[in-house]
């Protein structure tokens, strides 16, 4: 036999051993599923739709006992309708059960009216109430909402049997709907009969109104009027911005991982395959981004419970007291005199010290140990860095969101549809102030017309972010320019003036949209890479030239401190999500504020345990070296002594 031939047949020996090995290894017995019988219904489909061959027993529990069963491990999976508690949560991890927790879709309700009713577009969460509740007697329209016409109001409803039902249930006040409410038993006819009923509101799920199309109206809902009216959908879900849903999990013990099929299952149940399936069982398939925090938790190589890990249970202390020292960049100054203002009004005792002098000085008193809170625009330099790091200073960032200044243009001025860094800079610039009067003064090839200037009073983080953007570097604006804060006169001002030219916020960009103001444009802004009209997108992902990120940078051990802790809960609440959108911040949505109050409660805790580490420490060192002193002091006496007696009775002989 040659070598080679030998080396292939203990290759073919060793390659049928270890696959006799791994057939012994792994647990060839059934699948066991329990619990919420809402889920079961979609797991089964999506099961069978997967083509996976599987051995599985599912029974319908309700979530509670599925919950209990995966905790004491006789259970693979628990199906629910909500996400597992902090108690059952403890149950797994007393029995030593590791999970992996699966969001696979969303049960969204979308309440229906005629295509063309002139009521109801967008509902309140009281509105709901006057409509489905059981305690309901609003028999008009203008019952409802007095802007509404007198119309007769009649209520469609699904059946108390199904998934709509259960989350429509949930939504309105009380225990069912309103007693003359019409029951429709096949949820695929309330499209329908909706369409066809003067007056009429029907409740079905996302995916059924949309299949009916521009027979009825898809409703909106406000929900919290810091983001007002919302269309119902998978990602307004995910951002907690439309209410009327639940979500549908699955909850997989680790261990069970193993059993054949139940991966390969699991896999195909978070794909984007098995939308149709979703979809079709009256359903909406997460989106993009649970699918990805779906796909880390079954491998195991990031979170594996990426969706109720955000359960929090700090507090804020009704009594808490104290001073949180503030320092840093001006670019969070409104947004931090705003929360400051509503923080103490409610919490007397906390006092917000802010002075904000710039991100240089800042980061020095930061790294000095002298600040709780920094406030910065961009990353600390080689010389900030090893500053704190020679005095062992630590911090948490908490990301503030990105503050962007948009510039609006007379309409008829289409040589204002786009402007570079530069010819921004010439405009703007104090230097300019009364010899730049111009168009063609800021650039040969623009006309001979008049610049007209509207800004907001001096001292806005706006201006300050257009300068610095625009030239680099922390210019002053000119003073020559008609200087109003009121953002709706500056828009109609420059509607009416060729050759005028304003900025302001995205969001009072929207507010001037809102009032239909006429005969402006937007302007793109060219930084050498191309015009980039203002946009989320462009802002999100950076190409926007006039643009800040704000971050606060929290020293670690300043997090013991009931007072930081406090002031940052309040920023992190529900509560206070308007102040962001109100001084002009994007990027921190209504949806990823329970994911920071996890992340706060985190390093809360990593904090106090860091501060106890030191504590029993410092103790130990302290007596260790007062007993070695004592020791040496004892000796040195002792020696001492001995060595005076001695002496004295040399003396006395």
Request: include cysteine; charged fraction near 15%; proline fraction near 3%.
């Amino acid at each position: 036999m040659k070598a080679s031939q030998h080396r292939v047949g203990i290759a073919a020996l060793l390659a049928l051993i270890l696959s006799f090995s791994l057939t012994l290894a792994q647990d060839n017995s059934g699948i066991t599923v329990a619990g919420s019988g809402i889920v079961s219904p979609i797991f089964d489909a999506l099961t069978q739709a997967s083509n996976v061959t599987v051995d599985v027993t599912s029974e319908v529990t309700g979530t509670r006992v599925g919950f209990e069963r995966l905790c004491q491990g006789t259970t693979d999976v628990a199906t629910s309708n909500r996400a597992i508690s902090s108690d059952e949560n403890t149950n797994c991890t007393n029995n030593n059960v590791d999970y992996t927790e699966l969001l696979i879709a969303q049960n969204i309700v979308a309440f229906i009216s005629a295509a063309d009713a002139p009521y109801a577009q967008c509902l309140t969460i009281n509105e709901l109430n006057s409509v489905f509740a059981p305690s309901a007697q609003a028999a008009n329209w203008n019952a409802v909402n007095p802007a509404n016409g007198d119309t007769t109001l009649s209520v469609i409803a699904p059946a108390a049997t199904t998934a709509t039902f259960a989350v429509l249930d949930g939504v309105v006040e009380g225990d069912g709907l309103r007693s003359d409410a019409t029951i429709v038993d096949n949820e695929a006819d309330i499209a329908a009969a909706v369409a066809q009923t003067p007056g009429a509101i029907g409740a079905i799920s996302l995916p059924l109104a949309s299949a009916a199309g521009s027979s009825v109206r898809i409703l909106q809902l406000n929900a919290n009027d810091s983001f007002g009216c919302t269309t119902p959908s998978a990602e307004a879900v995910e951002q907690r911005t439309y209410s009327a849903e639940t979500p549908l999990y699955v909850y997989v013990n680790r261990a069970s991982l193993s059993k054949t099929g139940l991966t390969e299952v699991l896999t195909y149940m978070i794909s984007p395959e098995a939308a149709t399936v979703i979809n079709d069982g009256g359903l909406v398939a997460p989106t993009a981004t649970i699918a990805e925090a779906n796909k880390v938790a079954l491998e195991g190589t990031g979170n594996t419970r990426p969706f109720s890990e955000a359960a929090t249970s700090f507090q804020i202390p009704l009594d808490v007291s104290g001073t949180v020292t503030i320092a840093g960049a001006a670019s969070a100054s409104d947004y931090i005199k705003n929360l400051s203002a509503v923080l103490t009004s409610q919490y007397a005792g906390l006092v917000p010290d802010t002075k904000l002098s710039g991100q240089s000085a800042g980061l020095r008193r930061m790294c000095n140990g002298e600040i709780d809170i920094v406030v910065v625009n961009g990353a600390l330099n080689a010389d900030q860095t090893a500053a704190c790091d020679a005095n062992n200073i630590k911090t948490l960032s908490i990301e503030l969101g990105k503050q962007a200044v948009v510039l609006v243009s007379n309409a008829a001025s289409d040589y204002l549809t786009c402007l570079t860094t530069e010819q921004l800079t010439i405009a703007w610039d104090a230097a300019s102030a009364n010899t730049i009067t111009t168009w063609n003064q800021v650039d040969s090839s623009f006309p001979e017309t008049a610049i007209t200037l509207f800004a907001p009073t001096e001292g806005s983080s706006l201006t300050d972010i257009l300068m610095e953007s625009a030239s680099g570097k922390p210019l002053t604006s000119r003073n020559d320019s008609d200087m109003r804060d009121d953002v709706l006169y500056r828009a109609a001002a420059t509607a009416n003036v060729e050759g005028a030219l304003t900025y302001m916020s995205w969001g009072d960009y929207q507010k001037v949209l809102a009032n239909n103001q006429e005969r402006i444009q937007l302007v793109g802004v060219n930084a050498g890479n191309g015009c980039v009209v203002p946009s989320e997108a462009t802002f999100a992902d950076a190409t926007y030239p006039l643009l800040r990120d704000t971050q606060l940078l929290v020293k670690t051990t300043s997090l013991t401190n009931p007072a930081v802790q406090s002031f940052l809960w309040f920023l992190a609440s529900d509560s206070n999500y308007g102040q962001f959108e109100d001084v002009g911040l994007m990027g921190v949505n209504f949806g990823s504020l329970p994911a920071l109050r996890q992340t706060l409660q985190k390093a809360f805790a990593d904090a106090a345990t860091a501060a106890q580490t030191v504590a029993e420490a410092t103790p130990e060192a302290t007596g260790e070296a007062t007993a070695e002193a004592s020791a040496e002091a004892t000796s040195e006496a002792t020696n001492e002594a001995s060595t005076e007696a001695t002496a004295e009775a040399t003396a006395s002989s």
